[in-house]
């Protein structure tokens, strides 16, 4: 999406922790200052609507007062288990830019001393990004999972990152049905076929679409 706004960016990456994603040990391990770094979260109101939230990454969030500025009863964060369903996320890699589904964004007003919101507009509306953008993202993807499995001591010869962006839609699998019971099996998750279905199964299916599959492709290794 930025690519296709023509904003320049620069990608930092960080190796994945469960136990250590709070802001500062991420600011650490990208060399930058924490006080330009910002985190984004996603909550729920009463109803069950979602709204996302960008704050800097050292602060809380203050509850009631998003909640009387998104003209909302009360608020609260999703539990993390919700996440990748909700955004298509996982904790520790949200980001406002690039959900498949609009959500009511609220970004700290402090983000004007140190980033430029040139366009940022256009860029939250945005479905999605082109197709090179999707695939050199998808391709990130893969070789951050093959440098995980390599810190887990698999030798480096036996792996090959390969990222396909939405070249390779997935095919609904009976397993497939478990987590989307409103698909048939052998469906296609194209994109028009993710339109014509309603915004929170489209969430289901957009989650299921980005994945990491494993192929064996021989077995005989030295």
Avoid: W
């Avoid at 998104?70 to 890699?93: C, F, P, W």
């Avoid at 690039?98 to 983000?111: A, C, L, N, R, V």
């Amino acid at each position: 999406m930025l690519d296709k706004a023509k904003i320049p960016y620069s990608i930092k990456e960080y190796e994945y922790d469960e136990e250590h994603l709070d802001g500062r040990h991420v600011a650490s391990q990208v060399d930058m200052d924490p006080n330009a770094i910002f985190k984004t979260l996603v909550l729920h109101d009463h109803h069950n609507e979602h709204l996302v939230c960008c704050v800097p990454v050292l602060e809380e969030i203050d509850l009631k007062k998003l909640a009387k500025l998104a003209g909302r009863k009360s608020v609260e964060m999703i539990h993390q288990k919700d996440l990748l369903s909700v955004t298509g996320y996982m904790r520790g890699g949200c980001s406002p830019v690039g959900m498949k589904k609009q959500f009511p964004t609220y970004i700290d007003e402090s983000i004007l001393k140190s980033h430029s919101l040139l366009k940022i507009q256009e860029i939250l509306e945005s479905y999605k990004g082109n197709d090179d953008y999707n695939l050199r993202l998808s391709q990130r993807r893969a070789e951050s999972v093959v440098r995980y499995l390599i810190k887990g001591g698999i030798d480096p010869e036996r792996l090959t990152p390969k990222g396909y962006g939405e070249q390779q839609p997935k095919t609904v699998t009976k397993f497939t049905l478990k987590s989307a019971p409103f698909l048939k099996e052998g469906d296609v998750l194209t994109e028009e076929f993710i339109k014509n279905l309603p915004p929170e199964q489209q969430e289901i299916c957009n989650a299921i679409n980005r994945r990491t599959e494993f192929k064996v492709l021989r077995t005989t290794y030295q």
